[in-house]
Structure formats: C-alpha cells, structure tokens
T-cell receptor, first 115, second 113 residues
Framework: GNSVTQMEGPVTLSEEAFLTINCTYT??????LFWYVQYPGEGLQLLLK?????DKGSNKGFEATYRKETTSFHLEKGSVQVSDSAVYFC??????????????FGRGTQLTVWP | KAGVTQTPRYLIKTRGQQVTLSCSPI?????VSWYQQTPGQGLQFLFE???????NKGNFPGRFSGRQFSNSRSEMNVSTLELGDSALYLC????????????FGPGTRLTVT
C-alpha cells in the first residue's frame, strides 16, 4: 500500500540555521510527492511538489528532490527564519486505481525557530 | 481566485447530535476531498467527491457521510456524534482527478462534549 514516514520532531533551530526534515515513502504506483505547511489555526498550504523521479520542487527557499532509488523526499532550507515556524507534512498522491483523489500524509514535523 | 472556504469555522456539539459541515471549492475545481485531523491519528482521508459522486472512501464508519452538489460545493455530515469525533475537518479541492495537488481550506474545528 501507500504510506509516508517522516521525522516527527519537534525540531528546534536558531534563526539562519540549516533545516532538514526527512521523509520516505512507500507507493504501489508512480506517486507525486508534496510538502505542505500548516501554520497555527490554519489549514494546509502547498509548499512544493515533484511529480517524477529526480524532479526538484522549490518554493520560498525550501527545496526537496524526488529520489526514487531511496524512496525519499527530504525537505531542506539553507537559512530558516522565525516565520518558518509551523508544522510540515510530507504527502504523496498515487494515481493508481482506487487511490485517486486522496493524499497520504506523514505525521507532521513541528518546527520552531528561535531568534 | 478565492480559496477554499469552509463553514462554520468552529462548532461545539453534544454527544449524540449530528452535524453538517460545508465546503466551497476554488472556482472551477470539481474534485473535493475531506480529511479529519487529530493529534492522535494525524491526517486521515474521509472521502472524495467528483461530479456529484463519491469516488473514494477512507476507513470511517457509516456515521460519516457526504455529498456534492452540481456547483461542486460539498457537505459532510456526522450523525450520532461521539467524543472521539472532536477534530479539525479539512476540505481540499482539485481541478480534476488527474491533477495531483490539492488545495486546502482553513478547516472546521468540531468539539464534541
């Protein structure tokens, strides 16, 4: 079946530190991969995506590369800011058969950035 | 374009009651999915609607139901509420069933007492 495993944290960093949040997946077909971010009291916002192997998604300084050989999609940012404090979710979408129309999520990683 | 909207944003109900939540997708989006978010279980898929038909369903009891209207707006209903139904209910829309990403609304926070 389809599943996503991500480091649950919490992750606490100082401003301008380097961020990595690990995400690995299991999929039966050819998934697309996503990172979503959730700020307190809000819904999920799409941060970046990659639809095929070796694609790199990027947005707002965040990057993630779709690695099929290691079934991974790790999120990175070179210099975090206090405003990046949020919960980050790794997710996959698999277009095979009965799994259309749904996303599979990891458990989320709470990131706190201190000034 | 306006984003996904959900009403109400907050709701308090008593055990045994029923509740209806509403979702308006992004204009032009035809697929609507619902998710339940709790601290213990994380994000769990409830169901997906496309062209007024339920196309996919998660592992939830029959107390959870939904529908979609011809304008793509969707409602979900929970009958005979239990304390464990307290959660953030998120609606997400997508243009179709081929586009992979989904766009989420702010959610409805349901508290069952």
């Amino acid at each position: 079946g389809n599943s996503v495993t991500q480091m649950e944290g919490p992750v606490t960093l100082s401003e301008e530190a380097f961020l990595t949040i690990n995400c690995t997946y299991t999929a039966t077909g050819y998934p697309s991969l996503f990172w979503y971010v959730q700020y307190p009291g809000e819904g999920l916002q799409l941060l970046l995506k990659a639809t095929k192997a070796d694609d790199k998604g990027s947005n707002k300084g965040f990057e993630a590369t779709y690695r099929k050989e290691t079934t991974s999609f790790h999120l990175e940012k070179g210099s975090v800011q206090v405003s990046d404090s949020a919960v980050y979710f790794c997710a996959l979408s698999d277009i095979g058969g009965s799994t259309l129309g749904r996303l599979y999520f990891g458990r989320g990683t709470q990131l706190t950035v201190w000034p | 374009k306006a984003g996904v909207t959900q009403t109400p944003r907050y709701l308090i109900k008593t055990r045994g009651q029923q509740v209806t939540l509403s979702c308006s997708p992004i204009s032009g989006h035809r697929s609507v999915s619902w998710y339940q978010q709790t601290p213990g279980q994380g994000l769990q898929f409830l169901f997906e609607y496309f062209s007024e038909t339920q196309r996919n369903k998660g592992n939830f009891p029959g107390r959870f139901s939904g529908r979609q209207f011809s304008n793509s707006r969707s409602e979900m209903n929970v009958s005979t509420l239990e304390l464990g139904d307290s959660a953030l209910y998120l609606c997400a829309s997508s243009p179709d069933r081929i586009t992979y990403e989904q766009y989420f609304g702010p959610g409805t926070r349901l508290t069952v007492t």
